[in-house]
C-alpha cells in the first residue's frame, strides 16, 4: 500500500546537523558570521518563495515587496521609538508584510503565467518607489533606517556573531519545519496539485483562487520575518531590500539551490554569497563573480533542472522510483486489466439523497453560442436519479459542449442547469464538484508528476474538507474517510498495484482508468463519463462496461461514448443530439426505432453521393 | 496646481519618453505576440545597444556608423540567442522561458560588465544634433526634438514591415495562431527566428538612440525592461498598435504626473498598471487569451 505520506524525519535531522556545524565547518573556508546570517535570511525568505513556487507553480518576481515591507515596518517602528521590544516589531513587521501580500495576492493569484509574474513585478517596483520617495520620511528614502536594535533573550542581548548566528539558525529551523508540514499537509496537497493541473483541481472541488491566494500570505510572511530580521542583524535597514535586485536574487538562488526543495534556495543563497564575498578577493576573475553565477544559472535551467539540493535528493529517491517504476508496460498490455468484476464500492454515500422521482440533472434550454457557431442550441432533457443516461451524436454534435455545461465548466449562452431541482448554472466546476457532480474527460486531465494514491487523494480531499481549509499542520493522508474513499476508487479502477507509481509512466489504458477514478474519488452523486471508452484496447473495453454498469448501482451516470454496442448495453435512456440540437430522447429500443436517428448517423452519408 | 507652460513642457517631455518606451516595447511585444516569450533579457539588449554605440563612436567618431554597425551586431545576437537558447524553450512552461531569458538577461549584463568594468561611459551627441532650439514654449535640445522625430519614423518603418509585407502577415498571423499557420504550410519557426531578431534590434537600436543622453553603464537597462511590461500591459500583449499608444501613455503618466508631485511619478505609473490588470488584463488593444 501507500508508503506513509510523512514516514521520514531524515530532512529535519539533516537541516538540525548542518546548522550545528556549519559555523564550526565553514568559518575556515571563508565564510564570516555575517555572511551565515545573510545565508540563513536568503533562506528564511525563501522557505516561503519555495512554497509558492516550488510546490504551487506560481513564479513571483515581486517578494521583495513583502521583505521590504516587514524590514522597513519593523524598522521604523524600533528606530521611531514606536515601541521598545525588538520581537513585538518583529512579529508587527512579519504581519503587516502578509497584509501586502493579502492585497497583492488578491489582484494577482486571479491571473495565471506571464500576468501573473508581471503583476508581482509591477507590485514590487511600486513598493520600491514607494519607500524610495513618497514615505521617506518613514523609511530614510534612499538612506535607509540605521541604529536598528538587536533583540535580548532573558535580559541578554542577542549580539553579533554566534548568537546572532543561533537566533537565525533556530528560526529557520522553525520556517523549515512548518514548510515542510505545510507541504505534506492536505493542504500542501492541493498546492502540488494546482502545480500540476490546475484546471483539475479546480473541476475536484478545491478552489484554487482561495489556495493560491493563502500560499502567497505565506511566502509574503516568510519574507517580512526575514526582511526584519536583516535590518536586526546588520543593525541597519537598507533601502535595496525593496529593489527589483532582490526578487531576482532570490528566484536565481533558488533554481540554482533546487526548486520545490525548501533548502534551495538556502544551498542557492550560500553559493551565491560566498562567491561573491571570496571570488571578489581573487585578483583578475573578481569582477566574474556574477557572470559565473548567471552561467551557473542558464545551464542549470537548459539541462540539470533539479538544482544542486534536487540532485542530492535526486541521487537518495531515484532507486525508490526505480523500484515503483518497475514492471509498468511501455504500452497497454492485456496482462494487466482490471479485475473481471467490479468490487462493492464502499465510497462515500451521496450527500444529498434526493427522492428517486426527481430528475438528478436537468437541462433547460441550453444553448451554447460561439460567434455565429451554435455548438448546442436550446436543450432540454432530464437525467432520472439512478440512472444510466447516454447521450449519443455524431462528430461535432456538441455532447462534449453540453457536458461542460452540464458541470458548468462553460457557461450556456442561454438556459440553465438544475441539479436535484438546484440551479448550478453561473456556480463554476468547482462549486457543482461540491454539489456532487463528478466528471471524467474526453482527454486525460490528471497530475502528472504524482502517484497514482495522491491523485486520487486530491479528489477525495475535495468534498471532505470543502472548497477551502487551512490545515497546514495534519498529514494529508491523516483522513482515515479520505483514506478509505483512496483505496475504493483505487480498487475499483483497478489501479492497486500502482499505487505508489508516478502517473507520467502509466500506460495509456492505465492512465484512462485513472481518469475515471479520479471522477469518482470525489464521491459524486452524478457522475459525467466523457468517452470513458476511447483509445482503450477490446480487452479493456470489456472491464470498462463492468465498471460502469457497477458505478451505475450506486449513483447517477452520464455517458458520452461512441461505442453503440456499450450504450445500447448499458445505458436506461439515450438522448440523441444532432448538430446541436436535441434530436430524440427515449429508451433505447425507442431510439433504435427512430427514423430520425437512423437518418442523421446514415443520411450524411447518402447526402454527398450522385443521385 | 503647477502652471500650465510647466504642464505643456512635461507633456512634451512625456511625448519624447513616450517614443522612446513604445520602441522598446515594441520589440518586446512581437516578440511575446509571436512566440509566446515574455523576453526578460530585453533590458539587458538594450544595454548592449548602448554599448555597440559606445564602442563604434569610440573608434570612428561617426554616430552613422555606430547605427549601422551597432544594428548589424544587434541582429547577430538575436540570431545566436534564438538559435542557441530561445528555441529550446519554445515548448516548455512560461516560467521556464522567463527563468531563461531572465537568465540571459544577467549573462549579458555581467559580460559586459567585465569586460568594460562597472564605470559609466558616456557617448557624445552626434554633431546635428548640438544646441538647443526654441520652441516657443520651452527651449528643447536638439538632439532630444530630433529623436522624437528619428523613433517616430523607426516606429513607421516597424509598421510597414509588419502591415504591409507578406513576412509581417505571417507575423501578424502567428500572433493570433501559430499553429494555424504552421498548418498552412509556412514555416513558423523561421518567422520566429527572424521576428525575435527584429525585436532585438529593436531594443539594440533604441539603446544606441539613447546613448547620448544617459551614462551608458551595465545595469542601465533593467529600469527600462519592467517600464516596458507596463507599456505593453497597458497597450495589451502581443499588440504592437498596443505598445505604441501604451509607451506614449507611460511617458505622459511619468511626465504629468511629476509636474505634480515628482516622488509620485513612478509610484502612478505602477498604479496604472496594477489598476489595468485587474479591470482590463487584456490591455486596451488585446484580446483575451491570445497570450
Partial sequence: ?611 | MPSAPLLLSQAFNGLALGTLLALVASGLTIILGTLGVLNFAHGALFMLGAYAMYVVTAQTGSFFLGILVGAAFMLVVGVVLERGLIRLFYGRPHEDQILVTFGAGIVIVEGVRALFGANTQSVPTPSWGQGIVQLGFLFYPTYRLELIGIVAALLFVLYLILYRTSIGLVVRAGIEDARMVGILGINVRRSFLLVFALGVVAAGVSGMLYAPIVSVEPDMGSSFLVEAFVVIVIGGLGSYPGAVVGGLIAGEIISITSAFNSAYSEVMLYAVMALLLVLRPQGLFGSEGRV
Avoid: C
Fill in chain 1, 1 to 611: 500500500m501507500a508508503a506513509r505520506v510523512r514516514g521520514t524525519l531524515w530532512p529535519e535531522l539533516a537541516v538540525v546537523a548542518v546548522l550545528l556545524v556549519a559555523p564550526f565547518v565553514l568559518l575556515p573556508l571563508g565564510f564570516s558570521y555575517d555572511l551565515l546570517q545573510r545565508i540563513l535570511d536568503w533562506g528564511l525568505i525563501g522557505l516561503g518563495f519555495d512554497l509558492l513556487f516550488g510546490a504551487t507553480g506560481l513564479l513571483s518576481f515581486g517578494q521583495a515587496a513583502f521583505y521590504g515591507t516587514g524590514g522597513f515596518v519593523a524598522a521604523y517602528l524600533l528606530v521611531g521609538h514606536v515601541i521598545a521590544n525588538v520581537w513585538l516589531a518583529l512579529v508587527l513587521g512579519t504581519i503587516a508584510a502578509g497584509l501586502v501580500g493579502l492585497v497583492v495576492g488578491w489582484l494577482a493569484v486571479r491571473r495565471i503565467g506571464i500576468y501573473f509574474t508581471m503583476i508581482t513585478l509591477a507590485f514590487g517596483e511600486m513598493a520600491y518607489f514607494l519607500e524610495n520617495s513618497p514615505l521617506s520620511h518613514y523609511t530614510g528614502g534612499e538612506n535607509g533606517l540605521p541604529g536598528v536594535p538587536v533583540p535580548s533573550l532573558g535580559g541578554m542581548p542577542i549580539s553579533a556573531g554566534l548568537p546572532m548566528y543561533w537566533l537565525l539558525a533556530v528560526l529557520f529551523f522553525a520556517g523549515f519545519v512548518l514548510a515542510r508540514r505545510i507541504l505534506h499537509s492536505p493542504f500542501g496537497a492541493v498546492l502540488r496539485a494546482i502545480k500540476g493541473n490546475t484546471t483539475r483541481t479546480g473541476m475536484t472541488g478545491h478552489s484554487v483562487p482561495a489556495y493560491k491566494l493563502a500560499v502567497f500570505v505565506i511566502a509574503a510572511l516568510y519574507a517580512g520575518l526575514a526582511g526584519g530580521l536583516l535590518g536586526v542583524l546588520q543593525s541597519y535597514m537598507p533601502p535595496d531590500a525593496f529593489a527589483l535586485d532582490t526578487s531576482g536574487q532570490l528566484v536565481v538562488q533558488t533554481v540554482i539551490g533546487g526548486v520545490g526543495t525548501l533548502v534551495g534556495p538556502l544551498v542557492g543563497a550560500t553559493l551565491w554569497l560566498w562567491l561573491r564575498d571570496n571570488l571578489q578577493q581573487v585578483p583578475h576573475v573578481g569582477a566574474l563573480w556574477k557572470l559565473i553565477l548567471g552561467l551557473i544559472f542558464v545551464l542549470l535551467v537548459v539541462v540539470l533542472k533539479r538544482g544542486i539540493a534536487g540532485e542530492i535528493r535526486w541521487a537518495f529517491t531515484r532507486r525508490r522510483l526505480a523500484a515503483a517504476e518497475a514492471g509498468v508496460p511501455e504500452e497497454t498490455g492485456d496482462a494487466a486489466v482490471m479485475p473481471p468484476t467490479a468490487p462493492a464500492l464502499p465510497l462515500s454515500a451521496p450527500l444529498v439523497v434526493a427522492r428517486t422521482d426527481a430528475p438528478a440533472l436537468r437541462a433547460i434550454g441550453v444553448s451554447k453560442f460561439y460567434g455565429g457557431l451554435h455548438a448546442v442550441e436550446n436543450v432540454s432533457f432530464e437525467v432520472r436519479t439512478g440512472s444510466i443516461h447516454a447521450v449519443i451524436g455524431p462528430n461535432g454534435a456538441g455532447k462534449s459542449t453540453l457536458f461542460k455545461m452540464l458541470k458548468d465548466e462553460i457557461a450556456p449562452t442561454a438556459g440553465e442547469v438544475l441539479l436535484f431541482g438546484r440551479r448550478i448554472t453561473g456556480l463554476g466546476p468547482t462549486r457543482t464538484a461540491q454539489l456532487g457532480i463528478g466528471k471524467s474527460n474526453q482527454l486525460n486531465q490528471l497530475f502528472l508528476d504524482l502517484t497514482v494514491t495522491e491523485n486520487l487523494r486530491i479528489a477525495a480531499l475535495a468534498r471532505a474538507r470543502g472548497t477551502f481549509r487551512a490545515d497546514l499542520w495534519r498529514a494529508a493522508d491523516s483522513l482515515p474517510a479520505v483514506e478509505r474513499q483512496v483505496a475504493a476508487a483505487m480498487e475499483t479502477v483497478g489501479l492497486i498495484h500502482r499505487a505508489d507509481v508516478p502517473v507520467h509512466v502509466l500506460p495509456y489504458g492505465e492512465k484512462r482508468r485513472l481518469e475515471i477514478g479520479i471522477a469518482l474519488a470525489t464521491g459524486p452523486n452524478v457522475l459525467l463519463l466523457d468517452e470513458p471508452l476511447a483509445g482503450m484496447s477490446p480487452a479493456e473495453r470489456v472491464a470498462t462496461r463492468a465498471l460502469v454498469r457497477e458505478i451505475g448501482r450506486t449513483r447517477t451516470l452520464l455517458i458520452v461514448e461512441h461505442d453503440m454496442d456499450a450504450i445500447f448495453e448499458l445505458a436506461e435512456r439515450i438522448t440523441v443530439l444532432y448538430e446541436g440540437r436535441l434530436l430524440a430522447d427515449g429508451t433505447p429500443d425507442e431510439i433504435q426505432g427512430n427514423q430520425a436517428v437512423q437518418d442523421a448517423y446514415l443520411g450524411g452519408l447518402h447526402e454527398h453521393e450522385p443521385a
